[in-house]
């Protein structure tokens, strides 16, 4: 990314010019000296944006070392959407979905990188599920197909985290896939992407447990942006998990996950006990 080419932009059309141009731009949320700032990664170095990214703001020429920071999740959604058998690798023998099947996650359940994931004393069978997340960039309702990627921000990697006898015996997925700290997103917001082709991969302890690419999915962006705009309004900075491939494994106090998506980076967590 060429520093001169975002001098005077404001951060949608910083996203604009990267995607017209093929350069991506990577936009994080991030803690320093006690305030926390959005920024544009530029190599080792933060370019510093006075205000919030999905609202009323500037580039600024002040940077910050990316090693003195601490990375945030890089939105703050105002609700999390997120569809499920959207891969055919994970839907096995079940019927191919004919719709996107959405579920939601909470605000509360979102962290960031590095952060923990805290396994609640009574969860028995937590799993992870390595996912590409769409980051809502405009106010979106009833917005066709053939518009929708104009909605699109940008992308990030994220955890659908999942516990799994939860989610098969409660009434509803509520605490399976909503407690806190079970929705990790991050380390960036990356615009400038294909992403309907981007290589999805998780690592549980180094070994790799899952990867495929997004051209797989059974509804790409575009149809996921649209279906969803259709039921539910959406808002700067919200969030739509995407789908998981292939299987999944439970995870133990202790383990490290790591969700890798092309272009965006490694998002990595700890799973922690309770109380921790």
């Known amino acids: 990314m060429r520093r001169t080419l975002f001098l005077g ?3 949608t059309c910083v996203a604009s010019v990267a995607i017209a141009q093929d350069h991506v731009a990577k936009f994080v949320r991030y803690s320093y000296q006690n305030q926390v ?99 809502i960039g405009k ?16 992308v990030t990697a994220g955890n659908d985290v999942s516990e799994r006898i939860w989610q098969r015996e409660d009434l509803q997925w509520l605490r399976a896939k909503g407690s806190d700290t079970f929705g990790p997103i991050g380390p960036v917001i990356a615009a400038g992407l294909d992403y309907d ?26 149809a996921i942006v649209s279906y ?15 789908g998981t491939p292939g299987t999944t494994r439970a995870m133990q106090v202790g383990d490290v996950v790591e969700i890798e998506l092309e272009g965006v980076g490694i998002l990595r967590n700890q799973v922690a006990a309770a109380g921790n």
């Open 197 to 222: 082709d981007l290589l999805v991969q998780t690592r549980l302890n180094g070994e790799v447990r899952q990867s495929e690419r997004t051209a797989d999915l059974v509804f790409d962006v575009a």
């Open 139 to 154: 106010k979106a309702k009833n917005v066709p197909e053939a518009e929708a990627r104009d909605y699109v921000f940008g």
């Open 37 to 135: 700032s959005y920024g544009v990664l530029d190599g080792s170095q933060i370019r510093v944006v006075d205000g919030d990214l999905f609202g009323d703001h500037r580039l600024t020429e002040r940077t910050v070392p990316l090693d003195a920071v601490q990375l945030l999740a890089p939105a703050v959604p105002s609700k999390v959407i997120a569809i499920g058998l959207n891969y055919r690798s994970h839907i096995g023998e079940r019927p191919v979905p004919t719709y996107p099947g959405m579920f939601a996650k909470y605000p509360t359940s979102i962290v960031g990188p590095g952060a923990d994931i805290v396994m609640p004393p009574d969860a028995q069978s937590l799993h992870y599920e390595g996912e590409l997340v769409l980051v």
């Open 228 to 242: 969803v705009s259709r039921y539910i309004t959406l808002y700067p900075g919200d969030l739509i998990f995407t």
């Open 9 to 11: 932009l404001s951060l």
